[in-house]
């Protein structure tokens, strides 16, 4: 290699871009502090291996490993951030989060209103979740909707290592709850490593690439998925924009509209359920602002309106792929 080529940069894997931004948080305040089941490095630093190393750097006392109830996690991060922590809770799976509805929907995000601002519920509630890896229907479903129709709450999805790192470190500091989904499928793709300490803004979604015919509205998995996509389409002399979101609530609707505006044309892509999902959202604000300049109606590609089969023909069947993005673009493009 020349002096003059410019050197490939480090790759990381989103397990690793998730304890990165733990981990940097963690050195900035001395309040912050991990709690869930298994999260310390005696019980090996989590069922993924997201937490591993912290609890070896920062003491158990910062990185506790909890009884298996998710009620008693929630209510124990609820009630130390109302006493000044930063906890960050980790619920093992997003299915299992229905246990801790009460805690989440009627506390955490309720807190603040209730008390006329005076108290803040400042807790990032990490969860895993994703249908691909045969983990059936009591352990894979995307609810990501539930959460964004719930004032107060911030929901998070990263779609890359750095994203996850930057996207985790800026969750711990919100004076809010913040849901961060971690998509499973996504842990052990590689991608370019930030530079330690790096900040995401909440709320700001990512250009992720540059179209003129169309743009792809997606976060989490389907963010690649419409990159790949996007590459296919341009051989057919289709030029897709690309957003990726990374945050549901807030929604930066400005970057949707100005995009959509340019290309007049919109696909919603997510991995949940089509019905009731966050695309229906999406398409239904793009409509109402931008209905007059629109060359077709918005799109929605999602997955099959059913609980995530266990069997793996099933489990391919249920979720959406590459091709129905593609279909959805040529509809209105052609």
Do not use: C
Not at 155 to 168: C, I, K, R
Not at 237 to 263: F, H, Q, Y
Not at 317 to 333: C, E, H, L, N, P
Request: charged share 20%.
């Amino acid at each position: 290699m020349s002096a003059t080529a410019p050197v490939k940069a480090k790759t990381i894997n989103m397990v690793q871009g998730i304890n990165m931004g733990l981990a940097d948080a963690m050195r900035d305040d001395d309040r912050v502090f991990v709690l869930g089941e298994d999260v310390a490095d005696r019980e090996g630093g989590g069922v993924f291996g997201v937490t591993r190393g912290l609890s070896s750097e920062f003491g158990e006392s910062r990185v506790r490993s909890t009884p298996i109830a998710e009620q008693a996690i929630m209510g124990a991060a609820i009630g130390a951030a109302i006493a000044g922590y930063r906890p960050v809770a980790e619920i093992m799976l997003m299915n299992f989060i229905t246990v801790a509805m009460d805690m989440v929907v009627n506390h955490a995000a309720k807190l603040r209103f209730m008390s006329g601002g005076q108290t803040n519920v400042p807790i990032v509630i990490r969860t895993a979740t994703g249908s691909g890896v045969g983990n059936g229907g009591q352990h894979s479903d995307m609810l990501e909707a539930w959460f964004a129709h719930t004032a107060g709450m911030k929901v998070v999805v990263p779609s890359g290592p750095a994203e996850a790192a930057g996207l985790m470190y800026s969750s711990v500091f919100d004076d809010d709850p913040v849901l961060f989904i971690e998509t499973i499928p996504l842990y052990f793709v590689n991608g370019e490593a930030p530079v330690p300490g790096t900040r995401i803004p909440l709320g700001k979604a990512k250009l992720a690439r540059v179209g003129a015919d169309v743009t792809l509205v997606a976060y989490g998995r389907a963010v690649n998925d419409s990159l790949m996509a996007a590459e296919t389409l341009a051989k057919e002399g289709i030029s897709a924009e690309v957003l990726d979101l990374r945050t549901i609530s807030p929604l930066d609707m400005e970057a949707i509209l100005n995009s959509v505006a340019k290309t007049r044309r919109a696909v919603v892509i997510h991995e949940a359920v089509t019905p009731f999902g966050v695309g229906a959202e999406i398409s239904s604000r793009i409509h109402e602002q931008l209905f007059s300049d629109l060359k077709a109606p918005v799109q929605r590609v999602g997955s099959n309106y059913q609980p995530v089969p266990f069997s793996k023909p099933l489990e391919s069947d249920f979720i959406y792929g590459q091709s129905q993005i593609i279909d959805a673009v040529r509809k209105i493009t052609r």
